[in-house]
């Protein structure tokens, strides 16, 4: 795939970008590792002012960078700049609560025979990020803010068709006054993802995409030893049982489908709705999916944009064209636009069955699966079958199905009566093949972190004759 940026609007070809060549990669991976070596030694205060600083200029660059966003991958611009807004907030939350999740935690010394015991967090080193297009901003941050913090390196190989966001990146850590090479932005195509990985001063990898991508990367790394944090895919699971606030369910629903144009990890894509409600729900679902206006995302009255990629649109309108053709119904949506762009209408299917290839894959587009069920039982169990495991919903006003949902439910994390989204405040991440580790919070910080056990003995001055201090030992 080229480097380059595509405007999904039109079609048209903006601006294409070499990938580095041998010796510049190399370049840029020996700059990231010296970069290390001193970055490392650098207080978490002064990592604070960096991280504020960065907050600081993505506030100043809002405008700009929301536009260049939409106009690389086609997200509205509204939510272009909620994404500029909730970078800041990330790096501000590590800046507050960064130094915190960095001081040595005190273990019981008395119980291993030490004057002193306790564990400190240290940074591991250049940490390769590999990311995906759809937040093109946000899932780099997610990694970088918290990486910085701890004090390790980041290079970032970004989708290929965001290369100007990408760069953007690396000059706002610039601009934000950290360390020469501390982040920086690698313009290489997929196939030179393995030389870096396999590289020995790369120490971990992180990635968020595919199941496929995920695989490879997790083979590669294992074969070297080395750590990996995935959040690959989903089809996340919204419940709607008899006793929820049907209204605000399909308000909500309708967000959670087509956020970002439908393209998200964590977007609902398959409806489970209790049969005492499933006629009024899916007639207010289907009433507020037509409401939404298609366009340019650069308008303010838009609220679906195109998809970021023709082919897309195209792997989209195949589920429903497969759906269709095996007795689907299409409640409303389900035909593509004519003229330029790639521009999918919000869509909703009925009557679905495990024959259907969207029944078990990721549909990434503003499409969603309606499924009639009988109870919770039924919902989960069909939930569960499904190979990802990112997010769920329930809408629920009773207390003993939320507690089966929370128990029940095979997912990383579980919302009632919320959309599905990403806090610093909060762990993010799946099971099954939605990946492995955490993102955000001090988990997310300490994923690239050595936990270093440290036991202080008790001076020579106050052991006893013939007391080598020493336990029995493995």
Not at 281 to 286: C, G, I, K, Q
Not at 288 to 317: C, F, N, Q, Y
Not at 407 to 414: E, I, L
Not at 442 to 450: A, D, K, S, V
């Amino acid at each position: 795939m080229a480097i380059a940026t595509i405007n999904p609007v039109t079609g048209e070809t903006l601006k294409t970008f070499e990938p580095l060549g041998d010796e510049a990669l190399e370049e840029k991976i020996a700059r990231a590792a010296a970069a290390w070596r001193s970055y490392r030694r650098t207080t978490p205060e002064q990592r604070v002012g960096w991280l504020r600083s960065a907050a600081d200029v993505l506030d100043g660059d809002v405008d700009s960078v929301a536009a260049l966003m939409t106009t690389e991958m086609g997200k509205t611009l509204a939510s272009a700049k909620a994404e500029v807004g909730k970078c800041a907030k990330g790096l501000r939350w590590y800046a507050e609560h960064g130094p915190d999740l960095l001081r040595p935690e005190p273990a019981d010394a008395g119980a291993v025979g030490a004057d002193e015991a306790y564990v400190v967090h240290q940074p591991i080193g250049v940490v390769l990020a590999i990311m995906p297009w759809n937040f093109p901003l946000w899932q780099a941050m997610r990694f970088a803010a918290p990486a910085l913090m701890a004090g390790n390196v980041g290079l970032l190989k970004h989708a290929s068709n965001v290369p100007q966001t990408a760069l953007y990146l690396e000059e706002l850590f610039v601009k934000a006054g950290f360390p020469d090479h501390v982040f920086q932005t690698l313009l290489i195509g997929s196939g030179a993802i393995e030389r870096v990985l396999r590289d020995d001063r790369v120490a971990a990898a992180t990635l968020t995409g595919s199941a496929p991508a995920g695989q490879s990367v997790a083979a590669i790394a294992g074969d070297a030893l080395k750590k990996t944090v995935l959040e690959l895919g989903g089809s996340d699971p919204f419940i709607v049982m008899p006793s929820a606030n049907l209204d605000k369910a399909a308000e909500v629903a309708v967000t959670a489908r087509c956020q970002n144009n439908g393209q998200s990890c964590i977007a609902a894509k398959r409806f489970f709705v209790h049969a005492d409600v499933a006629e009024e729900f899916t007639r207010l679902f289907a009433e507020k999916l037509g409401a939404l206006t298609v366009g340019d995302p650069m308008d303010e009255e838009t609220k679906v944009g195109p998809l970021a990629t023709e082919s897309g649109r195209d792997d989209v309108e195949k589920y429903v064209r497969d759906a269709v053709d095996k007795g689907a119904t299409v409640v409303v949506g389900g035909q593509r636009p004519d003229g330029p762009g790639w521009f999918y209408p919000p869509t909703l299917l009925t009557g679905i069955t495990p024959e259907m290839d969207l029944y078990a894959e990721e549909v990434f587009g503003p499409v969603a699966a309606l499924f009639t069920v009988g109870s919770l039982d039924e919902a989960i169990e069909i939930a569960n079958s499904h190979p990802y495991g990112l997010g769920a919903n329930l809408w629920s006003e009773d207390e003993d199905e939320r507690a089966q949902f929370v128990r029940d439910v095979a997912s990383g994390m579980a919302f009632i009566n919320g959309m599905v989204t990403s806090y610093p405040e909060l762990p993010f991440g799946g099971v099954k093949q939605s990946g492995y580790g955490r993102e955000l919070t001090g988990l997310g910080m300490r994923e690239f972190m050595n936990a270093k056990t440290v036991w202080v003995g008790p001076s020579s001055s106050e052991q006893g004759e013939g007391d080598t201090g020493a336990a029995a030992s493995e």
